[in-house]
């Protein structure tokens, strides 16, 4: 019999799911990078519809656990599961084919292109016919509208001009243009590392409102996040990493951020089922 506490400290959210039933699993999942242990047999789940946060103190192994589930690394044993089968992510370049976009700290945005060539980097359109197959040509005004669709569609007003060069953006917009980029073109699930760690109050909160919308188109997104309040107010669930491992996951609802903090810590301990 558990107590109420234990209850609490377990809680219904740390179950492992069956694969066949989440847009991502990831089961025992080991990195190690000469003697450090970047991941120490991580499981994780990610469900239809939800922001699943990933917390953790620096080095817990966060971005490592995000790599190794997306190609950016290749984990030493372990398996991950998108959509219930198993893949084995080889590159980013792979996990993109798949449907997943992932957001890094360090923007992967070219400074110099405007708006719709950022949007469409790497995945530019060719005009019809022979315009395009023959003689290569750019579908630019295609891609501009489709750019300023994306961003209006993400309640993104602040961009007006998608002519305007991603430099002369403020931090906000630059970030909001990535962020546009990978829920247009993601059909898995969207990934978020710190997205808001460089940014103003006024710049944070359309992350947090992009991150929203993201979630009612009916994309899963993964909030990398060392900010308390971000996380508390837009996941669904919080998974816990700390040395190389899972501390816990928890909700919102069941924790406060205050004991997110003490479980992140190592000051409490969350007793699993
Ligand atoms: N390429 C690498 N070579 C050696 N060690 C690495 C490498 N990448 C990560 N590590 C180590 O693995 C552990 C987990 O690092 P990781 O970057 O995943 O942590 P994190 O939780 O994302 O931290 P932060 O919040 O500081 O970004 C750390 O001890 C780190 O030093």
Do not use: C, W
Request: glycine residues 10%; neutral net charge; hydrophobic residues 40%.
């Amino acid at each position: 019999m558990s107590s109420p506490t234990d209850e609490k400290y377990r809680g219904p959210a740390g179950d492992l799911a069956d694969p066949s039933t989440t847009v991502l699993s990831a089961r025992k999942l080991i990195k190690t990078f000469g003697r450090v242990i970047g991941l120490d047999g991580v499981d994780v789940d990610l469900f239809p519809g939800e922001v699943l946060a990933i917390i953790g103190d620096n080095g817990a192994g966060k971005s490592t656990l995000i790599k190794a589930m997306t190609g950016a690394l290749i984990p030493d044993s372990g398996q991950v599961f998108v959509d219930g089968q198993e893949v084995s992510f080889r590159s980013p370049q792979d996990a993109r084919s798949a449907g997943i976009e992932t957001v890094y700290q360090t923007l992967a945005v070219a400074p110099a292109l405007d708006i719709s060539a950022n949007m469409f980097l790497g995945r530019e359109r060719r005009r019809p016919g022979v315009l395009g197959s023959v003689f290569r040509m750019l579908d630019k005004k295609g891609m501009k509208a489709d750019a300023g669709t994306s961003m209006a569609n993400l309640g993104i007003a602040t961009v007006q001009n998608m002519d305007q060069a991603v430099e002369t953006l403020s931090g906000g917009q630059r970030q909001a243009v990535a962020v546009a980029r990978a829920a247009t073109f993601a059909t898995k699930f969207v990934v978020l590392d710190e997205p808001t760690a460089a940014l103003g109050v006024k710049e944070t909160r359309q992350v947090l409102n992009l991150i929203n919308q993201i979630k009612e188109k009916g994309l899963p997104v993964i909030l990398i996040s060392h900010n308390m309040p971000n996380v508390f107010e837009v996941a669904d669930r919080i998974h816990i990493a700390r040395l190389g491992g899972v501390a816990g996951v928890i909700t919102p609802q069941s924790h406060t951020p205050t004991e997110a903090v003490a479980i992140m810590t190592g000051a409490t301990t969350l007793e699993r089922g």
